[in-house]
């Protein structure tokens, strides 16, 4: 019955966890020195204040499968998906991902990815 028991609190403390969330995207810069100034500077403590890591962030990128969309790829992680949510959605954010958007880049897809591995 202790076993049991055990069993049930480590399951229940588990459900409770915040799941890991990563986002991936990939982006067509039009000017890498007009990106990194005006983007990639004022993004980071944006990016930190809400717990987020830059994992990689590269212009080599290379796509084993389906085609590529862009010239640079960077990969994020969050401590669970509001956290993710509330920077893409944060005021903080919003000038820079409208400057991204509309100035710096022509083409972007970014992906959440929970930290997981499902069931087939």
């Known amino acids: 019955m202790e076993m049991l028991c055990i069993s ?33 500077s004022p993004f980071l403590p944006i990016l930190e204040k809400y717990k987020g890591k830059l994992l990689a962030a590269t212009k080599n990128g290379r796509t084993l499968e389906g085609e ?32 991204r958007v509309n100035s710096l880049t022509d083409e972007t897809h970014a992906v959440l990815i929970p930290e997981e591995i499902a069931a087939m």
């Open 8 to 40: 049930v609190l480590t399951f229940k403390k588990f459900k409770r966890m915040e799941q890991k969330v990563y986002i991936f995207g990939q982006m067509k810069v039009k000017n890498y020195e007009d990106y990194f100034t005006q983007y990639g």
């Open 68 to 99: 590529t969309i862009g010239n640079w790829t960077v990969l994020m992680q969050f401590p669970s998906k509001n956290m993710a949510y509330n920077f893409v959605t944060s005021e903080e954010y919003a000038p820079l991902m409208k400057l």
